[in-house]
């Protein structure tokens, strides 16, 4: 590795462990010699400004098959070897950071090497082979889309794009459909049932969570260990996701429908944000109760756009409606509630009508 050139000198000449430093430098080389070192001014969060030696370098990851060069910055500061290096992925122009468990939106990378770090049993040349390790697993890079303007009806082509069991096809190139349920019980197994059996995604992912009241279920999905299907209790398994699906309740029987509002209002603190976070590109589906409100919740708590943040509404009700309506009357036309439920949710209000060929039934609204 070249440390001649004045400037790298100059720098390094500051640095606290000046000799374990160009030590450690040379069996980065000897190890990864495409790792080159330079000069820059890293700017801390404080605003600070320091000279710095950093490394740029390419990192072969294998995926699929193939192998791909990651860029890499390593910024060494002037503790090192002593302190770890902060990371960062480089992306070129047509490249694209997928946020994830290790990398953030900004592309600096975290690793368990890094929070870890006790040198001289961490070394740059170790953290380096985790981060190929990691990568390989989930990749943090992307190819860019190019050219066409996207579609300003996304989630309809999104959706449209899935491939249903009846053989209908998707779109060829297939895409990183990746969805996430959180929250346990009835609604959400119904949830990750009818998303496996309706929907081909690459990646399903369940998170049971502790403090609802839905929570349950995850232990049947980790005996079958159903194919595509990743069951945890860590919010970091979303991240990346293209749908999230918020089931969570913190709803008891012993309840009111308004006096839970508040509950569940905490009870998202700890989800929301966290989701949005890992799955910034994602759309998120509300079936918490109240749904209404809790939509309006999660959209404020995530700081996602509104077209992006969707509640469940009445339409799981009004499948029931129509099924019910289909074996008891033998009517085969949709049937719609229309309206927030409320307490007295086993008592709605009918409504003797047909509206453009449909049953309408209102719920009376909190």
């Known amino acids: 590795m070249d440390l001649s050139s004045e400037k790298i000198q100059r720098i390094l000449s500051k640095y606290k462990f000046h000799d374990v430093a160009i030590e450690e430098l040379q069996k980065i080389h000897r190890?990864?010699?495409?790792?080159?070192?330079?000069?820059?001014?890293?700017?801390?969060?404080d605003s600070t400004q320091k000279d710095l030696i950093r490394l740029i370098g390419n990192l072969p990851v294998k995926y699929e098959g193939r192998t791909y060069n990651f860029p890499v910055l390593l910024w060494l500061l002037d503790s090192f070897p002593f302190t770890p290096p902060i990371c960062f992925l480089r992306p070129t122009a047509n490249m694209v950071i997928r946020e994830g468990k290790h990398v953030d939106a900004r592309g600096r990378i975290f690793l368990p090497g890094l929070s870890n770090w006790d040198h001289p049993k961490s070394s740059v040349a170790g953290l380096l082979t985790e981060m190929i390790a990691k990568f390989e697993e989930d990749p943090p890079l992307s190819a860019k889309p190019t050219g066409e303007d996207?579609?300003?009806?996304?989630?309809?082509?999104f959706v449209s794009n899935f491939k249903n069991n009846d053989g209908v096809?998707?779109?060829q190139n297939q895409a990183n459909y990746k969805v996430s349920?959180?929250?346990?019980g009835d609604l959400g197994m119904a949830s990750v049932m009818s998303i496996l059996s309706k929907c081909q995604v690459n990646k399903l992912v369940f998170i049971d969570v502790a403090e609802s009241s839905t929570?349950?279920?995850?232990?049947?999905?980790?005996i079958f260990s159903l194919p595509n299907v990743e069951v945890s209790r860590d919010y970091s398994?979303?991240?990346?996701?293209?749908?999230v699906v918020v089931t969570a309740n913190a709803w008891s029987s012993e309840q009111s429908y308004v006096s839970v509002v508040q509950t569940n209002v905490d009870l998202y603190r700890g989800i929301i944000s966290n989701v949005a976070r890992l799955s910034p590109n994602a759309v998120m589906i509300i079936a918490s109760q109240p749904v209404d409100i809790m939509t309006h919740v999660a959209w404020r708590q995530s700081g996602l756009p509104p077209t992006h943040v969707i509640g469940?509404?009445?339409n799981l009700d009004s499948m029931r409606l129509s099924h019910t309506l289909d074996i008891n009357l033998n009517t085969h036309k949709p049937a719609w509630v229309?309206?927030?439920?409320?307490?007295?949710?086993?008592?709605?209000?009918w409504i003797n009508e047909i509206f453009t060929g449909s049953f309408v039934l209102h719920k009376q609204s909190l």
């Not at 398994?237 to 749908?243: L, T």
Request: aromatic content about 4%; glycine content about 18%; charged content about 25%.
């Open 31 to 45: 190890i990864y010699p495409g790792m080159k070192p330079t000069t820059g001014t890293y700017t801390f969060s």
């Open 150 to 157: 996207k579609d300003p009806h996304e989630l309809l082509a």
């Open 312 to 314: 469940a509404g009445c």
């Open 169 to 171: 096809g998707r779109n």
């Open 215 to 222: 929570k349950g279920g995850s232990t049947d999905l980790e």
């Open 237 to 243: 398994a979303s991240a990346g996701s293209r749908v």
């Open 338 to 349: 229309i309206g927030e439920l409320s307490d007295n949710k086993g008592e709605p209000d």
């Open 181 to 184: 349920v959180i929250g346990g």
